[in-house]
């Protein structure tokens, strides 16, 4: 599948409000973004500030508006299959006390959990399958139009937050969803990306045509670099890697080297993330700036939840990786010291109700493990570039 991504729109606007640009950019910026009442429970807090970021196989903007079939000839994304999957999940957790770690967890897209109302699938499917229940079940209401894709699209998102919820055991407090031609505007602002290959690569599937070593890409050619995964030793684990190494990239590259001094690279920027990212409705982000402030490259780090096997055979889903949702609970909820998980809760308030075939029955449990998670590799650290397959 196309079109994956990593959500690097939250991490440019945040630093956006604490350089020098500060109220203007701010209110610029908020005054424009599109938001979705996604989160539809208050959250008890729990030391920690956790936010989900999605990138979405989404051909439109963040308004919903269809966007042009050339934009995605440039970018090399192929047809529109209408998919909606969110082949690329990433749950950052900031603790509330200064100098404890932040950490990004990715999930991989093919993780076969439970999904509320829908049985267990590959996790990237939880959005689609909650957004077509809703679009049908709104339609026979007469609803219509743009309201139609809105609701159904708040429904997924609902969905979403709750199925990651139940995997890892956290309260989300934020989402932050952007689709692929916003990943490459937003590149294009900040000036590019340094990122470092191990070897060259080739790969018509993605696109991607570059040579090994470091080298700085945008646009187009950082799409690729993070969509692909044919050809790479581990599939779709390694692009997961890659994902986290140009996310920490970024990183070090706007919170140390001063990358949005630049007034035009804050226009395009502020353009790129309003036309682009939708957040939740809640989020006050010059408050969370505020606290985010003393945030430095050296303190945030990637890692991924533990999985077991990478060719797990489902029923109706192909091969997945193997997920224990009790060892995904222990692993993030040691992620940060002294700041423990809760239980899970069983699903959303006010979310989309499941399909008609479903008779409201519980989701599956997973299968069990084949054998003991994966131990989690060394996390890749945003205080410079790694090089990656």
């Not at 990478?310 to 009790?326: K, S």
Request: charged share 15%; aromatic share 4%.
């Amino acid at each position: 599948m196309r079109g994956v991504r990593v959500a690097v729109a939250v991490v440019s606007a945040l630093v956006l409000m604490v350089t020098g640009y500060g109220w203007t950019a701010y209110r610029e910026l908020g005054a424009r973004l599109v938001t979705s009442d996604v989160l539809t429970r208050d959250r008890p807090s729990d030391g920690v500030t956790d936010i989900l970021l999605v990138g979405l196989d989404s051909r439109t903007d963040a308004a919903g508006n269809p966007l042009p079939r050339e934009l995605f000839d440039a970018l090399d994304v192929g047809p529109d299959q209408g998919t909606l999957n969110t082949d690329t999940l990433i749950l950052v957790r900031i603790p509330d006390e200064a100098g404890l770690p932040t950490t990004a967890v990715s999930i991989p897209r093919d993780s076969y959990v439970a999904i509320p109302g829908f049985g267990t699938h590959k996790i990237n499917s939880a959005y689609a399958r909650a957004a077509a229940a809703a679009r049908a079940r709104l339609a026979a209401q007469g609803v219509t139009g743009p309201a139609l894709e809105q609701q159904a699209a708040q429904a997924a998102r609902r969905i979403l937050v709750t199925t990651v919820e139940q995997l890892t055991g956290v309260s989300v407090d934020h989402y932050a969803e952007v689709n692929l031609a916003g990943f490459a505007d937003i590149t294009q602002a900040v000036g590019g990306v340094p990122v470092c290959l191990n070897a060259p690569v080739r790969d018509s599937y993605s696109g991607a045509d570059l040579a090994a070593g470091p080298q700085t890409l945008q646009g187009p050619a950082a799409l690729a670099f993070v969509r692909q995964r044919h050809g790479l030793p581990r599939g779709d684990l390694d692009r997961v890697v890659r994902q986290q190494a140009f996310l920490a990239s970024l990183a070090h590259e706007v919170l140390s080297t001063g990358t949005l001094a630049d007034p035009a690279q804050v226009s395009g920027l502020i353009a790129a993330v309003s036309r682009y990212v939708v957040v939740d409705s809640g989020w006050d982000l010059l408050a969370f700036a505020a606290q985010a402030r003393g945030l430095t490259a050296g303190a945030i780090s990637f890692r991924t939840i533990p999985t077991g096997r990478p060719n797990l055979p489902t029923p109706d889903d192909g091969v997945a990786v193997q997920i224990d949702p009790r060892a995904v609970r222990d692993f993030v909820g040691t992620l940060s010291e002294g700041t423990p998980v809760g239980a899970p809760r069983a699903s959303a308030e006010g979310s989309a109700p499941p399909p008609s075939g479903d008779g409201g029955r519980a989701p599956s449990p997973p299968p069990p493990m084949a054998a003991a998670p994966a131990p989690a590799a060394q996390p890749i650290t945003a205080a410079g570039v790694r090089c990656v397959n």
